[in-house]
């Protein structure tokens, strides 16, 4: 039987950090994925995909990360869609990989959603909450694209602007205080 010499011991107890550093790093980067983390997507089906595509990108500040076409098959198989085909239009307002993805979901033909007159209007999903760092670029933008704001609370702690995107969706945009 072999005998350990200090240095060879030393040696082992430096492999022996390294791979419990290399596991936890492991470990640590299997959840940074948006799924792991929470919701992965937010899917909104549009009426005009050029408006929609000026406010989020232009107005908002996201920036395009991709987008894919869906044939009529995959749209049986889902379920999701009446068998219709659509495309889909990725975008992210931090473009991060575990930031969250909004997706502008676009058909030949959709009916648009019957207008609301405050996010108590109807049940499901009314409205999205976006956060800023800060609030002056994204209100300036919104001035300067003549969007009426629909109100604007300032707190101590918080200030938030509610819109509403090219369909009617209610935007929530927060931020920190001036």
């Known amino acids: 039987m072999a005998y350990l010499t200090e240095s060879k011991i030393k040696i082992m107890k430096v492999l022996k950090l390294l791979c419990l550093l290399l596991l936890s790093v492991s470990l640590c980067s299997a959840q940074d994925t948006p799924a792991e983390l929470g919701v992965a997507a937010v899917g909104l089906v549009v009426t005009d995909l050029e408006a929609s595509e000026v406010f989020y990108k232009d107005v908002l500040g996201f920036e395009a990360v991709g987008g894919f076409e869906l044939d009529t098959t995959w749209s049986q198989e889902a379920g999701a869609a009446n068998g219709h085909p659509f495309g889909v239009k990725m975008f992210k307002l931090v473009n991060e990989k575990t930031a969250t993805v909004l997706k502008l979901a676009y058909f ?3 009916t648009a959603r019957p207008a609301q007159t405050g996010v108590d209007s109807y049940a ?4 999205l909450t976006f956060y800023y760092p800060e ?3 994204v209100n300036q933008r919104l001035v300067n694209a003549g969007i009426d704001k629909l109100g604007w609370v300032k707190r101590d702690t918080y200030q938030l602007i509610f819109v509403r995107d090219p369909d009617g969706v209610f935007i929530e945009l927060i931020g920190p205080p001036d």
């Open 124 to 127: 499901g999903v009314n409205y």
């Open 108 to 110: 030949d033909t959709v």
């Open 135 to 137: 609030l002056e670029t």
